[in-house]
């Protein structure tokens, strides 16, 4: 069996993938690859872990080609908020970094697993049970970035016969590795802010709904798709899936049937609300539960109690300094 290699491995995806990765196959058959050096994060600890931009080519191509890499988890990205500050970075990382993958996918023969997201649909999109396939006009340069990733994607599978595969997902929340300016990062602050301040001031509007899910279901739902049956796969670059379509102060009654002094104002951030209201108030991901089984194992309530419970004791262990 080749390795499998996991980029934008500090990440928040990409450090909960890359333990569940070492869990299922082995430490010795996973590589992490990011931008920041070993001495610059503590949290790189004993993983297999290379310094990589995934800008520089040669760098990357040779990291694939040493290892023997099988399957590439493309994971490094500038999200939503933070690719509206910086356009320029944001495309330079998400496109060509993407292009650099994909052509050493081409070359090596490797699969290559890519991170799409409701960010690819706009304001025209229907926004309920918003279907796999319907119009896509983002305006954000992050969906932008996006469904030109999900594209590209799909010509390297049909010109070069790489087999690409993606997932477009909700807002995800994790309580390991803290969010990187997503828009949808007000539901981890808000869990932390509870159990350190019982209060909780909110970038969005109380109703505004959007889709979320909890990393469990994300990172089973990569695995599963990379392991899927190649020919039941149709829709492959860029499938829909979904858990629950929630707003803020849903998430904030949930926290309340356990801390029931959690208060939550809210002060709208126009640019990330903006981005909120282009995106769907919920998913259609039949096409995931077709054609390779998807099914989310967590809702809301069930969400709610493992995070307080995980963030409880790890602010126990590592302290009170808490994310806003």
């Known amino acids: 069996m080749g390795k499998l290699l996991v980029t934008g491995v500090l990440g928040q995806i990409g450090s909960e993938l890359y333990q569940a990765l070492v869990n299922r196959y082995g430490i010795d058959n996973v590589i992490g690859v990011d931008?920041?050096?070993?001495?610059?994060?503590?949290?790189?600890?004993?993983?297999?872990?290379?310094?990589?931009?995934?800008?520089?080519?040669?760098?990357?191509?040779?990291?694939?080609?040493?290892?023997?890499?099988?399957?590439?988890?493309?994971?490094?990205?500038?999200?939503?908020?933070?690719?509206?500050?910086?356009?320029?970075?944001?495309?330079?990382?998400?496109?060509?970094?993407?292009?650099?993958?994909?052509?050493?996918?081409?070359?090596?023969?490797?699969?290559?697993?890519?991170?799409?997201?409701?960010?690819?649909?706009?304001?025209?999109?229907?926004?309920?049970n918003t279907p796999q396939i319907t119009i896509q006009r983002p305006i954000?340069?992050?969906?932008?970035?996006?469904?030109?990733?999900?594209?590209?994607?799909?010509?390297?599978?049909?010109?070069?016969?790489?087999?690409?595969?993606?997932?477009?997902?909700?807002?995800l929340i994790s309580y390991k590795t803290l969010p990187g300016g997503g828009t949808t990062d007000y539901g981890v602050f808000m869990y932390y802010a509870a159990i350190r301040d019982g209060k909780y001031r909110c970038y969005l509007r109380r109703n505004t709904r959007l889709d979320v899910m909890y990393m469990p279901d994300a990172i089973r739902a990569i695995i599963e798709l990379m392991e899927a049956d190649s020919d039941k796969l149709v829709n492959r670059n860029a499938y829909n899936i979904a858990a629950m379509s929630v707003t803020p102060e849903d998430i904030a009654n949930s926290i309340k049937r356990k801390i029931n002094e959690f208060e939550v104002t809210y002060k709208v951030d126009k640019q990330r609300q903006n981005i909120a209201d282009s995106w769907p108030d919920s998913i259609d991901d039949t096409a995931a539960r077709e054609e390779w089984g998807w099914k989310p194992r967590y809702d809301l309530d069930?969400?709610?109690?493992?995070?307080?419970e995980k963030i409880s004791k790890k602010l126990k262990m590592e302290g009170s300094n808490v994310p806003r």
């Open 302 to 308: 069930a969400m709610t109690d493992d995070m307080l």
């Open 35 to 128: 931008v920041k050096s070993e001495v610059e994060c503590s949290e790189i600890g004993s993983m297999n872990y290379n310094t990589v931009d995934v800008l520089d080519f040669f760098k990357l191509r040779k990291v694939v080609f040493d290892y023997d890499v099988e399957i590439i988890f493309h994971l490094a990205a500038i999200l939503s908020a933070v690719a509206e500050k910086n356009p320029q970075l944001a495309w330079k990382i998400n496109i060509n970094g993407l292009y650099n993958i994909l052509e050493i996918a081409r070359e090596k023969k490797c699969a290559v697993f890519f991170p799409s997201s409701i960010g690819v649909f706009g304001p025209h999109t229907p926004k309920v």
């Open 140 to 171: 954000t340069v992050y969906g932008i970035t996006k469904l030109t990733g999900e594209l590209l994607c799909d010509y390297y599978f049909n010109k070069h016969n790489v087999d690409t595969r993606g997932l477009r997902f909700p807002g």
